[in-house]
């Protein structure tokens, strides 16, 4: 992870934090984000993918935010101030079916 990635991680999990989310528990409340929530995922898939892993409907998200009872709810994509938004939001389209 470069500098200006881990600048960025904690600036997203300051503003999480700061909208109630929780990476821990807090007294009775359950932690709600988790953290590159990882699938399993066969050699297959990967030799399928090459270099593009962007292409991929298994793998790594970003944040994983949970509902009040633990199911997914919202999958986060950060991605550089540099590229479309969109980018990410199709990522995170694309991640949906791996939570």
Known sequence: ????EATA??????????AGWRFFADGNKP??????????????DLDALGDNFEKTSKGFI???LLD???FPLIVLEAKSENKNP???K???RAR???C
């Open 1 to 4: 992870m470069s500098d200006k």
């Open 9 to 18: 991680r904690i600036k997203i999990n300051k503003l999480l934090e700061a």
């Open 31 to 44: 932690a709600n984000i988790r953290l590159e929530p990882s699938v399993t995922i066969k050699s297959s």
């Open 62 to 64: 970003d944040f994983l």
């Open 68 to 70: 009040a009872k633990g």
């Open 86 to 88: 969109l980018v990410g």
């Open 90 to 92: 199709e990522q995170a």
């Open 96 to 98: 949906r079916s791996v």
